[in-house]
């Protein structure tokens, strides 16, 4: 079941600029694209805000940005690499790599102080992973998330991935 | 600085920097979102905090550089450059340390002719590397008017040996090494035997250290001339910055001081003024000149010979006279003159070219410790019957009196209503010996202590006195527990030569040079440094 924002009230809300231009839109289900980055970017907030952070942690590689050498996950490393080969390994891979987005959230969430209050709908309460495969024909897989957040909507997303190799 | 990159950027400076800017952008724009993972935070926040974090770092490592106390602190980790740049607006560099000079003995199979490029290399057992200091030939019928070293044959016929003049690797007081010490040849040389120190490697001093440096800095931003002592200190030192004369101190007597004798040439003997005798030490440990002379024979077993000015200018005394082929072990010497294991002889010196400079030297005593000095010596109880003999004298001297009284003579130079004469200061020659305690839970390094208070009396000049209770407060900090200053305990002895020849000894709980001073030899606390050599420094260290 997917449940979409409860509300469209982000008055003074913390924004973010928005990266995946798809997300903006509540969708029943959208497959996103960095490429589609605009030149004038707008501003997202709520829960399409707490689905770009979630993509941006998700898909960043664990190590590779400096000073920021927590930050990210292993899994398109490990794509990349050939290393996860059939759906098991997509599996087990996509828990550990969610593990430490959701580590990685807590880190700064906790941080009122520095951050400011977090809303109910941009703070995330579970993922789930409604779907996935490898279609090894294509050289593509496919991981349908979704975000649960502590208001109990829901967003439910695919995220962009490259081909493992 | 400017050599500072985000890799020298340390994660803490990092995450001060990404500290601020979060915070002064949240002050300004509370509705934007920073946590990790949103795009601004990437966009505004890390590269900004990049760039400051470096610009911070940049900024205190010039704040570091720009202080000379800031960098006294981190002499370690300071480049050299940067302490060079700031020493430059006082008109000073650092001195940059020399290299050790001496003689290496090398003994060879048989007689043949060896060429020697500058650069053959020695090593001793610790690794010190030691060159040759010029191309040469070496052989028997050697014209040493050329360059050539002769090659000599052993005494008893079952070697050769030549001395060949040498110089350390690197700069540096560790490659001061003692007479005797083995060396092996590094470079291939057909027919080696073996080789060893001739004399005691000297002049070898370490870089100076900034703390050394601020030492010097009244001089570097006085007036510099050769006037009064600080402006006669400073333009010297400044002449010679960038040589191999290395001015560790320094002490002039002129009009009125006890040490100037050379101002009263007038029936009364009152003082006229307009002579200057100026006292340069450059050197650190005592500095060795070793030369050959052929002494004639005059008597039974005794043989004489001129030691002329250019042989060893200025030289300060004889450390000793012995047989070409000998190396005298230094470590018996303890401060001794001249030092154990040295023929007995007496030196009469005298006034050697005064006649065509311009120099107001009457008496013997006047021309002592300058390069117008010659000595005639006399060697006893020399067990051979030859006509000639040949010996090895080892003198100490002050490297570089030539340079300087060259330089201070100059019409350019010198005030032109005075006279200036450059002496080797006289040097009170250090021993040492202590009883040093310690506990198993502390232990101490006994080289370490020793190396200290060699370091420590080698920087000690026209005082005047040395005590025990300035040495130990060095072997507290290094460890000591306890030290036995009874009668068996911690000794201290000095030894020092007049002008006229005549050695006094020190000794007890003060080597007090105004208990000897007699300025008529020109011996007063203002003309004398201590120094000592490293083998003339013997703690025992007791585990308690």
């Known amino acids: 079941m997917e449940n979409y924002p409860y509300t469209t009230n982000y008055s003074g809300r913390q924004v973010d600029i928005e990266l995946l231009q798809s997300i903006t839109k509540p969708v029943k289900l959208k497959k996103v694209n960095v490429s589609n980055v605009s030149e004038t970017p707008k501003i997202v907030t709520g829960i399409e805000k707490l689905a770009q952070r979630y993509t941006l942690l998700f898909l960043s590689t664990l190590g590779s940005i400096h000073f920021d050498t927590d930050q990210g996950t292993e899994l398109v490393g490990q794509l990349l690499g050939g290393v996860i080969q059939n759906r098991g390994n997509l599996e087990s891979a996509f828990a550990v790599a969610n593990n430490l ?3 990685q959230f807590e880190k700064d969430d906790l941080k009122t102080d520095i951050y400011g209050e977090i809303q109910d709908d941009e703070n995330l309460d579970a993922v789930k992973l409604l779907d996935f495969d490898i279609e090894q024909a294509t050289g593509t897989i496919y991981l349908q998330i979704q975000l649960i957040t502590v208001a109990g909507d829901d967003i439910t997303f695919i995220v962009p991935t490259s081909a493992p190799r | 600085m400017s050599d500072l990159t985000l890799s020298d950027v340390s994660q803490a400076d990092f995450d001060t920097a990404e500290a601020i800017l979060v915070d002064l952008i949240r002050a300004q724009y509370p509705s934007l979102d920073l946590r990790r993972g949103s795009v601004l935070r990437d966009l505004l926040i890390r590269p900004a905090a990049s760039v400051y974090a470096l610009d911070t770092d940049r900024l ?68 010190l590397l030691f060159n040759a200091s010029r191309n040469c030939v070496v052989k028997e019928d050697a014209d040493t008017l050329s360059d050539e070293i002769k090659l000599n044959q052993s005494d008893d016929g079952t070697y050769y040996y030549f001395i060949l003049p040498a110089l350390a690797d690197e700069v540096g007081a560790n490659y001061n090494i003692s007479a005797g010490t083995t060396l092996d040849a590094v470079s291939t040389l057909f027919g080696f035997v073996s080789a060893e120190a001739y004399s005691v490697f000297s002049s070898g001093l370490n870089e100076e250290s900034i703390a050394e440096v601020l030492t010097r800095l009244p001089l570097a931003i006085s007036y510099r001339a050769l006037e009064s002592r600080t402006s006669i200190n400073a333009k010297l030192q400044e002449q010679f910055k960038d040589t191999t004369i290395n001015i560790q101190a320094l002490s002039v007597q002129g009009y009125g001081d006890d040490a100037q004798l050379r101002d009263k040439h007038n029936p009364l003997g009152f003082a006229v003024g307009s002579r200057v005798d100026i006292y340069p030490r450059l050197f650190a440990a005592p500095q060795v000149v070793t030369v050959q002379k052929e002494g004639t024979r005059i008597a039974a077993n005794t043989y004489q010979f001129t030691l002329e000015s250019a042989d060893a200018p200025g030289f300060y005394a004889l ?85 300087i009284q060259t330089y201070v003579d100059s019409t350019d130079v010198r005030n032109l209503e005075s006279d200036y004469l450059i002496r080797c200061p006289l040097i009170c020659l250090v021993g040492v010996d202590a009883k040093v305690y310690y506990t198993s839970s502390n232990v101490v390094d006994q080289a370490k202590m020793e190396t200290d208070i060699y370091n420590y009396i080698n920087s000690r000049s026209f005082v005047k006195q040395l005590t025990r209770s300035e040495l130990i407060p060095i072997l507290y900090a290094d460890g000591a527990t ?44 203002e003309t004398v440094v201590f120094a000592a050599e490293l083998e003339s420094i013997n703690i025992e260290t007791i585990l308690e």
């Not at chain 2, 010596?377 to 051979?384: A, E, L, M, N």
């Not at chain 2, 300025?519 to 007063?524: G, Q």
């Open chain 2, 319 to 403: 450390r000793s006279i012995s047989e070409l082929d000998a190396i005298i072990n230094p470590e018996l010497s303890f401060g001794d003159l001249p030092v154990l294991g040295s023929y007995a002889f007496t030196e009469v010196r005298s006034a050697d070219g005064v006649e065509s400079t311009f120099h107001d030297i009457v008496t013997d005593v006047e021309a002592a410790f300058t390069i117008y000095q010659k000595a005639i010596i006399t060697v006893t109880g020399v067990p051979s019957a030859e006509t000639k003999h040949n010996f090895k004298i080892e003198a100490y001297y002050d490297k570089g009196l030539t340079d």
């Open chain 1, 101 to 103: 987005v959701m580590q």
């Open chain 2, 60 to 127: 205190a490592t010039l704040q570091e550089q720009m202080s000379i106390t800031s960098i006294a602190e981190n002499e370690d980790t300071v480049d050299p450059e940067a302490i060079d740049n700031i020493l430059v607006n006082f008109g000073i560099t650092r001195n940059v340390g020399a290299v050790a000079t001496g003689q290496v003995m090398v003994r060879v199979d048989a007689a043949r002719q060896y060429e020697f490029v500058a650069g053959f290399q020695f090593a001793t057992l610790e690794g």
């Open chain 2, 482 to 525: 306890r030290i036995d200053l009874g009668q068996a305990g911690m000794q201290l002895q000095g030894t020092v030569q007049d002008a006229s020849g005549t050695s006094h000894q020190l000794s007890g709980d003060s080597l007090d040079i105004v208990s000897i001073q007699d300025k008529s030899k020109l011996l007063t606390p």
